[in-house]
Structures are given as structure tokens and as C-alpha cells.
């Protein structure tokens, strides 16, 4: 945690560079490529994944803080843990008798 | 609660109580996740019932999808960039960049109601089919959550002019960056999952 930056913010110009070249590729991945749709889905996630870490660690600085650095990394996966049982569980279950 | 005053922290970590705000606001940010996972849940369960409506492919153009994406995600950067200036004691910069923030989130605000217009004068309406309904949904409580952010962070942009840079101000602002990155964050997903993923082939 810096108390004084310094003059050119550079991690958030890489991270914005970065997600931006990370929308480009899943649009080029989903769009213009003939893989499967189960490959073009993985790519994509993951994609999608990258970027959303990028954003919680470049932009929020969400392990800055040294007091609460272990509750919240507890309680952001946590959430992420819940969010990927109530998608893929509901999906998992709704799938039976199509 | 001005007790345990840390001065070598940023500006925003100073007091015990702005440490305890922005803790309290991740996890905050911990149950918002959970809600956008409901929604993405029931998304994901009725994207193919139609029942005879319009589909995705008769409805999503990726070129508007696109320039939204783009308006959100440039303004969680600039965003960054405010907090970025706030840390170097710029309330100028700060102001200047938070203001850059809510044009373009304005900008995505509008774009989005034109989509969501154009889809009804296709005959899209959330009444339609379950697809339709999931999606409108997911979609409004996002578009929401970002009008919110936009008169949120108005208010925190009038209280930096009148009451310059203070621990309390610092911590108001930081938290409201939070939450506009954590939008930026969910629109990935919906990017991905609800549009891109639904055009393929």
C-alpha cells in the first residue's frame, strides 16, 4: 500500500490494456473461429475468469490491505465458491428430463 | 471512533472506523456476488425457452454490445485513475476523473435503454418468454446497480468540493470506486455468458 504514488499509474494502464485485449480475443474466440461450442464456452470462461481477477487485484487492490487482507480473500472466494454452486448446481439439476 | 489513527496509510485506511467501512463494503460486495448469481442461475436455466419469441440471434447485434462494453470498461480504468489521483492528495484530478467516470457511465446507461427499446419495438418484452423475462432480469438489476452508482457517486463528487480531501471523504470515495469496478466485473460475465456466448455459430 503506497501512501505516495508515483507520477504514471501503471499498473492501471496494463490492466486496461490488458482487458481490453482480453474482450477482443473472446469476441474474436466466439465469433470467428468454427471450434466447438463446448471449446468456444471454455475459452471464453476463462477469459472472462482472467479478466474479472484482473479487475479485483488491479483496480480494487483487493489484497492491499494488511489488516484485512485474509477476510477479505476469505470472503470474496467464498462468494465466488456460492455463486459457482447456485449457477452450475442449478443448470446440473434443471438438466435432468430435457 | 477516531482511535488507532494509522497517518503512513493512505489517506482512506487512516481511522479505524474507514478501515472497518471498507471491510464492511467487501463484504457487501461478497453478497452482491451471490445476488448476480441468482440471476445468472435463472438465466442460465430458461435461456432456451422461447416459447415462439424472438432469439438471441434475432435479437442481440453485437456491434452495440460491444460499444457498451467498452464504455464500462473504460470508465472502471478511469476510475481507477481518480482513486489513483486521490492517493496523490489530487482532489483536482480526482473530481476531473471521477466526472470522466459518470459521462461514460451515463453513456452505457443510454445505450443500454436504447437496446432495451429497440428489443420491445421487436416485440421482445420481458412478458414474452422466460428467456426474455430471465434476461431483462439480469440486465435491469445491472443497469440499475450502475444508474445508482451514477447518482451515488454525484453525491460524493459534490461533498469532495465542498469539504475537500478528509479521511471521511477519502473513505466515501474509495468505497463508491469499489462498487463501480465491482459493476465492471459483473458485466464481464454477462458480456461473455448472456451475448457472446449465445451468438456463437
Known amino acids: 500500500m503506497h501512501n505516495h504514488s ?49 479487475q479485483l487485484y488491479m483496480f480494487m487492490h483487493m489484497n492491499e490491505s494488511e489488516e484485512n487482507r485474509a477476510t477479505n480473500t476469505i470472503n470474496i472466494y467464498f462468494a465466488i465458491f456460492m455463486a459457482i454452486i447456485l449457477v452450475a448446481g442449478s443448470v446440473w439439476v434443471m438438466s435432468f428430463g430435457m | 471512533m477516531s482511535a488507532n489513527v494509522n497517518t ?55 456491434k452495440g454490445i460491444l460499444t457498451e462494453t467498452i464504455l464500462l470498461l473504460t470508465s472502471s480504468f478511469t476510475c481507477g485513475l481518480a482513486i489513483f489521483e486521490m492517493r496523490r492528495n489530487n482532489r483536482n484530478g ?67 468540493i465542498r469539504r475537500g480531501l478528509t479521511p471521511t471523504t477519502a473513505r466515501k470515495t474509495f468505497i463508491i470506486g469499489l462498487y463501480w469496478h465491482f459493476l465492471d466485473v459483473v458485466w464481464i460475465f454477462i458480456f461473455t455468458f448472456v451475448y457472446l456466448a449465445r451468438m456463437v455459430g
Open chain 1, 6 to 54: 508515483k507520477g504514471f499509474p501503471l499498473t492501471h494502464v496494463l490492466g486496461f490494456i490488458a482487458s481490453l485485449v482480453l474482450t477482443f480475443v473472446a469476441l474474436g474466440v466466439a465469433l470467428h473461429t468454427s471450434l466447438s461450442y463446448k471449446a468456444i464456452i471454455w475459452i471464453i470462461g476463462s477469459l472472462a475468469v482472467v479478466q474479472a481477477l484482473l
Open chain 2, 8 to 62: 503512513s496509510l493512505p489517506l482512506e485506511y487512516q481511522t479505524e472506523q474507514s478501515r472497518l467501512n471498507i471491510l464492511g463494503f467487501w463484504i457487501f460486495l461478497g453478497a452482491e456476488i451471490v445476488l448476480f448469481a441468482t440471476l445468472f442461475a435463472t438465466y442460465s436455466v430458461l435461456k432456451a425457452r422461447y416459447a415462439g419469441g424472438p432469439t438471441p440471434n434475432d435479437l442481440f447485434e453485437i
Open chain 2, 94 to 160: 480526482l473530481v476531473a476523473w471521477m466526472i470522466v467516470t459518470l459521462l461514460l457511465g451515463a453513456g452505457f446507461v443510454f445505450m443500454e435503454i436504447t437496446e432495451f427499446i429497440n428489443y420491445v419495438h421487436e416485440g421482445a418484452t420481458m412478458q414474452t418468454s422466460a428467456f426474455l423475462s430471465s434476461f431483462f432480469v439480469l440486465l435491469g438489476t445491472h443497469g440499475l446497480h450502475v444508474s445508482m452508482g451514477i447518482g451515488w457517486a454525484t453525491m460524493i463528487i459534490i461533498q469532495l
